[in-house]
């Protein structure tokens, strides 16, 4: 019987790679069989990445690429790299985004005080930062009539949470931005394209350190406050998102599109 999960020898391209969540995930399907190639800015970060895994002695494999998801030449540049050493690109996550303070607004501050530049900076970023690879990597998927996206959501876009105002606001876009896309994928290019998106808990990153944690590594007012929230009544690790990437991206999920998987320890579910 066919293993609905295996994905030995996929081609999967994986934006912000170099982050927290981005790193354990490449690591994660390398070691599954996966030919993973990480997409980020930082190539000291990214070479290391590549590395560290690769001493590993994975199944698969893993290479890092210099990009900037908001440049559509340098992407093309990357896409075509890759379908000149593959032939195919079978996954696409775009993991890329970040905030910015000028975006959010702290318990001192008032809505006044929110920087619209540094608000549309932040949506440009993660939103039209997925809209972009997408619409690039997308173009492959279509030729060989098969393929996989993963978008990142996050809790911010399912209810209104204090401070992140930009991106919330932004991941908000992406939920709408994976269901229309699944529509649009299905309708004029067939069954065989996918697109889903998976929406973290509360997981310690650097972008959100400082705000969870105190440089001891107890927890700020906000960090005890997303740890009441939660029924698991911790933190999520990295590596606890790789099992619905993994589904996603595999053919146990055929029957799948237009999803935003939750893996949140109960965060959005628990109400008082």
């Not at 991106?167 to 994976?178: C, E, L």
């Not at 509360?202 to 972008?207: A, G, H, L, R, Y």
Request: with cysteine; aromatic share 8%; charged share 20%.
């Amino acid at each position: 019987m066919k293993n609905l999960f295996d994905i030995k020898g996929n081609v999967t391209v994986i934006t912000g790679g170099t982050g927290v969540l981005g790193r354990a995930i490449a690591k994660y399907l390398a070691h599954e069989g996966a030919k993973v190639i990480i997409l980020g800015r930082k190539a000291d970060v990214g070479r290391e990445i590549v590395n560290s895994v690769m001493a590993e002695k994975p199944s698969g494999s893993i290479e890092f690429m210099a990009t900037d998801v908001m440049d559509r030449e340098m992407l093309v540049r990357n896409r075509d790299e890759i379908m000149a050493r593959y032939g195919r690109i079978d996954t696409l996550l775009n993991a890329a985004g970040g905030n910015m303070k000028g975006a959010t607004i702290t318990p001192e501050q008032t809505f006044f005080d929110l920087d619209p530049e540094q608000f549309q900076k932040v949506l440009t970023l993660n939103l039209t930062g997925t809209v972009i690879p997408t619409q690039v990597f997308l173009e492959p998927m279509v030729a060989q009539g098969r393929g996989s996206i993963i978008n990142f959501s996050s809790m911010a876009a399912f209810r209104p949470m204090t401070r992140v105002c930009g991106y919330a606001a932004a991941k908000a876009g992406i939920s709408n931005f994976t269901a229309y896309m699944a529509t649009e994928c299905a309708k004029k290019f067939g069954e065989g394209i996918r697109v889903n998106a998976i929406a973290p808990g509360f997981f310690i990153t650097e972008q959100n350190r400082s705000l969870l944690t105190n440089p001891d590594g107890s927890y700020t007012q906000r960090g005890c406050d997303v740890i009441r929230q939660t029924p698991f009544g911790r933190m999520g690790e990295p590596e606890e998102l790789c099992g619905t990437i993994h589904y996603l991206m595999s053919d146990a999920a055929a029957f799948v599109t237009g999803t935003v998987a939750v893996v949140d320890g109960g965060f959005n579910a628990f109400a008082m």
